[in-house]
């Protein structure tokens, strides 16, 4: 898609009486549930420009001037308990501010298709994440991300990978048919590092994509990396997600 393509789309979206955008009354609920019950992190309202948003950011124990931006995936929240929720309070203690942030939702039976109407939304957020960490005074960050938050993050970086340090996509898919949702499009057209993990028993578009985006990468400096026994959620394998993530952004 060139450039006057995505415009057009872009002014279809925003114009069109079919428009859809996220679930504000559904972001509204999780943000009510997770403020009630955090316990690890402070709970931030960021903006995109056009709405409101939650953050859950998490300093660290020890301050080292650099943060982890965390995506979750499909549907759910910043606090997720699979994958989400490990690494926002793991990483922490591991030297990595962490600020997890709210994406674009539907209602609960969407299915993943049907979320390409609000990648418009995406790419605000992450702004809003990234200044949000500059006023705290970090400038090194990496983008952490999971499934549908995967390939959000990489759509981001298509065009924004000078804001980032690093890429950590976990669980993500290849091509479904869209252009903005296409992950090993997306992975051709950045140029930072990137650690492409997944399962062994993960999903099938996931481990469909597996050489593809091996290949669409090769410019890149990129590992890829399959965790045996984990499933799409790595449940079970918190601690292993947790401690590869680690050791890569050490190595960054």
């Given at each position: 898609m060139?450039?006057l ?7 279809l979206?925003?114009t069109?009486?079919w428009v859809v955008?996220?679930d504000?009354?559904?972001?509204k609920?999780?943000?009510?549930q997770i ?7 402070e709970?931030v309202?960021l903006n995109?420009g056009?709405t409101?948003f939650?953050?859950i950011y998490?300093?660290a124990e020890?301050?080292k ?11 759910v929240?910043?606090d ?5 929720k490990?690494?926002r309070?793991e990483l922490?203690g ?5 600020l997890?942030?709210?994406?674009p ?16 939304e995406?790419n605000?957020?992450?702004d809003?994440a990234?200044?949000?960490?500059h ?16 390939t959000?993050g990489a759509?981001?970086?298509r065009t924004?990978?000078?804001g980032?340090?690093g890429?950590v996509?976990?669980?993500m ?6 252009d ?6 997306s ?6 590092p ?7 028993d993960?999903l099938e578009?996931v481990?469909n ?8 990468a090769s ?12 499933s799409?959620f790595f449940d079970g394998?918190?601690?292993e997600?947790v ?9 960054l």
């Amino acid at each position: 898609m060139n450039c006057l393509s995505r415009f057009i789309l872009i002014v279809l979206l925003c114009t069109s009486p079919w428009v859809v955008a996220s679930d504000l009354a559904k972001e509204k609920r999780w943000a009510e549930q997770i403020v009630d019950a955090l316990i690890d992190g402070e709970a931030v309202w960021l903006n995109d420009g056009a709405t409101d948003f939650l953050g859950i950011y998490t300093e660290a124990e020890e301050d080292k001037g650099q943060a982890a931006i965390i995506l979750h995936g499909t549907g759910v929240h910043p606090d997720w308990q699979q994958v989400v929720k490990p690494l926002r309070v793991e990483l922490p203690g591991r030297g990595w501010h962490t600020l997890s942030i709210q994406m674009p939702v539907l209602a609960n039976e969407a299915d993943y298709k049907e979320y390409v109407p609000l990648y418009p939304e995406v790419n605000p957020r992450i702004d809003a994440a990234i200044a949000y960490l500059h006023e705290q005074g970090i400038k090194r960050i990496v983008l952490i991300a999971h499934s549908q938050g995967a390939t959000m993050g990489a759509y981001y970086l298509r065009t924004h990978p000078e804001g980032f340090a690093g890429f950590v996509s976990i669980g993500m898919s290849g091509n479904f048919g869209s252009d903005v949702q296409d992950g090993v499009r997306s992975l051709g057209m950045m140029n930072l590092p990137v650690l492409d993990l997944y399962g062994s028993d993960d999903l099938e578009g996931v481990m469909n994509s597996v050489e593809q985006r091996a290949q669409a990468a090769s410019k890149l400096t990129f590992t890829q990396q399959k965790v045996d026994g984990a499933s799409h959620f790595f449940d079970g394998k918190e601690t292993e997600l947790v401690e590869i993530v680690s050791d890569w952004l050490e190595q960054l």
